[in-house]
Each structure stands twice: as structure tokens, then as C-alpha cells.
């Protein structure tokens, strides 16, 4: 069993940055990738990217892209999501993912909101 905690969410005005951190602990079999999602007030889970756990690859969603930046520390077991340029259409309440193969997700964090003012 493994947990994932996420943290770094606050409210932040639009232009600013945020960077949040998804901290795993526990046993894991197999690193795969570690995504982030995140979740808008009466909206549907959105995928914002994702980081390969072997060689950094990143990828990201639209929406996102060329404003956010995810990296791993793999000594601390952690994935950081570094938001800049933020917009209030940023709001959500982000979580991260973890999978240890490509058909689906292990484990999922507790989520932290993020929010952008105008």
C-alpha cells in the first residue's frame, strides 16, 4: 500500500505561480508515471500532464502547456507541478496520480486547491 500526499495549493493572483509537490510513501512495486489532474467546481476531471518515473519524460495537456513544468526527485519520491502564468480558469483542486503501468492508476492523492484570482 502507498499514499500519496499533495501539497503547495493556495490562492495566488493571475500572472503569479504556484508549484505543489505529491509526496509518495509506502511500498511500490513498479514506477511508471506520476500524472497530475485536476478537478474545476461542477466540471469533469482534467489531465494536465504527466512525468515518466524513468527518464523524466514529461508530457502535457493543451491547456497547460508551456506554463507548467512537472519534475521528479527520485531520492524524495516526489513529483512537483511548477505553475506560472497562472489564470483563474487554473482553479481546481489538483491531485496527483500514481501508475505503475500504462493501463491505469494505483493510487490517487487527497487533492490541495488551487485557487487564481483576478
Known amino acids: 500500500q502507498a499514499q500519496l500526499v499533495e501539497s503547495g495549493g493556495g490562492l495566488v493572483q493571475a500572472g503569479g505561480s504556484l508549484r505543489l509537490s505529491c509526496a509518495v510513501s509506502g511500498r511500490i512495486s513498479n514506477w511508471y508515471a506520476m500524472d497530475w489532474f485536476r478537478q474545476a467546481p461542477g466540471k469533469a476531471r482534467e489531465f494536465v500532464g504527466q512525468?515518466?518515473?524513468?527518464?523524466?519524460?514529461?508530457y502535457y495537456a493543451n491547456s497547460v502547456e508551456g506554463r507548467c513544468l512537472i519534475s521528479r526527485d527520485t531520492a524524495k519520491n516526489t513529483v512537483y507541478l511548477q505553475m506560472d502564468s497562472l489564470k483563474p480558469d487554473d482553479t481546481a483542486v489538483y491531485y496527483c496520480?500514481?501508475?505503475?503501468?500504462?493501463?491505469?492508476?494505483?493510487?490517487w492523492g487527497q487533492g490541495t486547491q488551487v485557487t487564481v484570482s483576478s
Open positions: 496520480a500514481f501508475a505503475s503501468g500504462p493501463k491505469g492508476y494505483d493510487y
Open positions: 512525468i515518466v518515473w524513468s527518464d523524466g519524460s514529461t
